[in-house]
């Protein structure tokens, strides 16, 4: 089954929608607690992303059998240096989305940890895509 | 413990409607850096915060939080509140800073 989601952007704080709407998927579904808290945080972390730097995007999710696929594309600026984005606190967010509470530099940290797979795909001026594997 | 426990706190006051009330409470959390909370918070806690938008709501439903508390006067959004309505989720204010409301909790909870 594949469930797709908009995600607009430039309002930080209505980020999180679409993994809220894909959490009541997956309970709906009978997908195990833990998984879906899984889940729904790398989700979360990909969505707020979106927002926060490439203006929206779209999201494609993906549930089979053995595994959950969520791939975050969007088009926005890129990432010019993924190994310093991987570092834990290490962020590029406004001021005016720190005074939020995010950018805390947790982003790729959380969907890594939390996520089976993670991939990046990424080109500066042309946008990024993120694949994140979760096994059931 | 539940959430309607919790409201029986002098100190707090809830800005909800009280829907959830009967929802369990089993710790707490305290953050306001959503990515944080996110990734740290158990489902069950109850949140301690002093962020007020509408995307708590999101953190904490997706995190199993079944209530916050915005500390220190802040005030949630209108659309906080209607979110929060829409999820199922309490929101508690107080006037007390984060660490006050925390030791309230510990010392007359037992959280």
């Known amino acids: 089954m594949t469930f797709h989601y908009n995600v607009d952007g430039g309002y930080p704080e209505m980020a999180g929608r679409a993994s809220t709407k894909f959490k009541s998927v997956l309970k709906d579904l009978g997908v195990a607690p833990s998984v879906i808290r899984r889940v729904s945080i790398a989700m979360y972390e990909g969505e707020i992303n979106m927002v926060i730097h490439a203006n929206g995007g779209d999201i494609r999710c993906e549930v089979e059998t053995d595994k959950i696929r969520v791939v975050l594309a969007d088009q926005g600026p890129g990432i010019p240096n993924l190994e310093l984005a991987m570092q834990a606190g290490w962020s590029t967010a406004s001021q005016e989305a720190r005074e939020l509470g995010f950018g805390a530099g947790m982003g790729f940290p959380n969907m890594k940890k939390y996520s089976d797979a993670l991939d990046v795909q990424t080109e500066v001026g042309v946008g990024t895509t993120l694949t994140l594997d979760f096994l059931i | ?111």
């Open chain 2, 1 to 111: 413990m539940t959430v309607g426990d919790l409201a029986e706190l002098s100190c707090l006051q809830l800005a909800t409607e009280g829907t959830g009330l009967d929802a369990p409470v089993d710790g707490g959390y305290v953050g306001d850096l959503l990515s944080v909370v996110m990734g740290n918070a158990q489902a069950n806690q109850v949140w301690v915060t002093i962020q007020s938008h509408v995307n708590i709501i999101a953190v904490a439903a997706l995190a199993g939080i079944p209530a916050i508390i915005i500390a220190h006067g802040y005030e949630p959004e209108r659309e906080t509140l209607e979110k929060a309505k829409e999820e199922g989720i309490e929101i508690f204010t107080t006037k007390l800073d984060s660490f006050s409301i925390i030791r309230t909790l510990i010392l007359e909870k037992g959280l």
